[in-house]
């Protein structure tokens, strides 16, 4: 990935573009679907870039309880965008929404008082809810409830790589119906740097002016670029994230801790006592985050099978009986 950050071919993105941008770009435009796609240095500046261009001051938008959107980006939606944030809870299972729950909360007959829903946010896989699979199906009636209902619809796929190779499917697969898509190159595709936010060529030129009024225009981006296209050659490697997942988890529970089944690479544990389980977790070696109630696990490239057995090892049995909230 350093050799392809330090050949690349470069231009001003600010000015008259980038090559390897405009390769990038193009790139992902093809893989999930859409007609055009623009590099932004984060997930969050991609949506939030997203949001700006479809909510206006007193508007409303939908999105699953816990998304990165309602809970990790400060607020953004709300007091950059202008949309209150309505969080539904996840009545189809973990990190799912129904599309009867998107056609209520939608709620199309509401006085003039009343805030105007107007953008469902979708997100897959869920990260909170342990990397959650929305699958294609469940997916395609949620976007297609809310384009019923009139709203736009924004996909929060910060890790839709990880959904489409948990279901042996191209990721255009699980864009379906959405008018905007934000992935991103950056976590399980190991570049240092990057996002991009897809759709039609029209949102792309409104999302080229956001950018750049959030300072996210770069100069010789191809070197980050770069290392996007490397990053994308990575897709089907997170396969192997998912099986060590699977075998953290097993160890886990084998091991006497209560744990998620994990559909992708984030495995959620629920110690009894959090801080004093993260703290020994660290004097042991294992480095992971809390989440909630939770503490949080990640499998990514730079581990090993021997990684996840030494953690197993280091980690050791449950010493206080562990409580999962209902
Ligand atoms: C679901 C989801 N969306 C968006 C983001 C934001 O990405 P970034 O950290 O690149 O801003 C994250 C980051 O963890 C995420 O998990």
């Known amino acids: 990935m350093r050799e392809a950050m330090a050949a690349a071919e470069v231009g001003d993105d600010v000015l008259d573009g980038d ?60 007091w950059l965008a202008g949309g209150m944030p309505r969080p539904l809870p996840h009545d189809a299972g973990p990190g799912r929404i129904s599309p009867d729950a998107v056609v209520r909360a939608a709620g199309k007959d509401a006085p003039y008082y009343a805030l105007r829903t107007t953008l469902l946010c979708l997100e897959n896989t869920h990260m909170s809810a342990g ?15 809310a384009r019923d209902a009139g709203l736009t619809v924004h996909l929060d796929g910060a890790r839709l790589w990880h959904a489409a190779v948990a279901l042996g499917l191209p990721p255009a697969a699980l864009t379906v119906g959405v008018d905007t898509v934000q992935v ?14 897809a759709g039609s060529a029209e949102f792309i030129a409104e999302a080229r ?44 529970a084998e091991r006497g801790w209560q744990v998620n089944e994990p559909a992708t690479n984030i495995v959620l544990m629920w110690p ?39 953690a197993l090892a280091r980690i050791g049995p449950v010493e206080a009986p562990s409580t999962r909230p209902a």
Do not use: Y
């Open 19 to 78: 090559p390897t941008m405009a390769a990038l770009q193009d790139r992902v435009a093809e893989l999930v679907g859409t007609e055009a796609a623009l590099w932004t240095p984060s997930g969050s500046m991609g949506n939030i870039i997203a949001m700006m261009a479809h909510l206006k001051r007193g508007d409303a938008f939908l999105a699953p309880a816990g998304a990165h959107v309602l809970d990790a980006e400060l607020g953004t939606p709300a």
């Open 131 to 145: 990397g959650t699979v929305t699958e294609v199906d469940q997916h395609a009636a949620l976007a297609a409830a």
């Open 184 to 197: 991103c190159l950056s976590k399980g595709l190991g570049a240092p740097v990057g996002s991009v936010v």
């Open 209 to 252: 002016r956001l950018r750049k009024m959030l300072g996210g225009g770069v100069r010789q981006g191809g070197v980050l670029a770069a290392a996007g296209l490397v990053a994308l050659d990575n897709i089907e490697r997170l396969a192997e994230d998912h099986v060590r997942a699977a075998r953290l988890a097993s160890g886990l």
């Open 272 to 310: 009894a006592d959090l801080s004093s389980t993260l703290r020994r977790f660290e004097q042991a070696g294992v480095l992971a985050v809390p989440m909630g109630n939770a503490v949080r696990f990640v499998t990514h490239g730079d581990l090993t099978d021997a990684d996840i057995e030494t």
